[in-house]
T-cell receptor, first 114, second 116 residues
Framework: DQQVKQNSPSLSVQEGRISILNCDYT??????FLWYKKYPAEGPTFLIS?????DKNEDGRFTVFLNKSAKHLSLHIVPSQPGDSAVYFC?????????????FGKGTKLSVKP | NAGVMQNPRHLVRRRGQEARLRCSPM?????VYWYRQLPEEGLKFMVY????????ESGMPKERFSAEFPKEGPSILRIQQVVRGDSAAYFC??????????????FGPGTRLTVL
């Protein structure tokens, strides 16, 4: 049973436009959410995070929105650049008091076309 | 300013052999986590360790897998009597000690284990 779901395996956008990556979760005990970016043959790289007491966090071109009532979060990248092409993973923690245990979605592969 | 180090990057073993994967956390980090990624899947948590202590091993298979993080030296993930299903990418992450808040985990480049 997947607790963190990324229902779009892939997304293609034009350079300069907005990329919106979505993530849904089922466990209301999650209280911290993170986005990671991963290139092939490399480890995930932390991008941005948000705690459940906020509904928005912004860092440069990256903004994460959290809708707790819908158990949904999204990552917006504006403007998208070809170097953003990678697999993006949504992750959540807080369940069961084990804050070290990150639960990952399966990822969305973003392709930004020049 | 080295990040999380993992070695080897690639490891090939025959069925029945042992695999040892090493992880050195970032400087100043005292928490280590191991994750496994199967093809087309997300990362799955295996174990969370601090120096000389296993904090959470709820994601570790009950048999053949063990992990340690000794007082000196890297963290080791050990897989005994490997089977083909163990073929995966194994990632280590580290974080600083909790300061009452939340800390992101920083990942190493991974070890790709292939079992023939």
């Amino acid at each position: 049973d997947q607790q963190v779901k990324q229902n779009s395996p892939s997304l293609s956008v034009q350079e300069g436009r907005i990329s919106i990556l979505n993530c849904d979760y089922t466990n209301s005990m999650f209280d911290y959410f993170l986005w990671y970016k991963k290139y092939p043959a490399e480890g995930p790289t932390f991008l941005i995070s948000i705690s459940s007491i906020k509904d928005k966090n912004e860092d440069g071109r990256f903004t994460v929105f959290l809708n707790k009532s819908a158990k949904h979060l999204s990552l917006h990248i504006v403007p998208s650049q070809p170097g953003d092409s990678a697999v993006y993973f949504c992750a959540a923690s807080g369940y069961g008091g084990s804050q070290g245990n990150l639960i990952f979605g399966k990822g969305t592969k973003l392709s930004v076309k020049p | 300013n080295a990040g999380v180090m993992q070695n080897p990057r690639h490891l090939v073993r025959r069925r029945g052999q042992e695999a040892r994967l090493r992880c050195s956390p970032m400087k100043g980090h005292s928490h280590v986590y191991w994750y496994r990624q199967l093809p087309e899947e997300g990362l799955k948590f295996m174990v969370y360790l601090q120096k000389e202590n296993i904090i959470d091993e709820s994601g570790m298979p009950k048999e053949r897998f063990s992990a340690e993080f000794p007082k000196e030296g890297p963290s080791i993930l050990r897989i005994q009597q490997v089977v083909r299903g163990d073929s995966a990418a194994y990632f280590c992450a580290s974080s600083p000690a909790y300061g009452g808040g939340y800390n992101e985990q920083f990942f190493g480049p991974g070890t790709r284990l292939t079992v023939l």
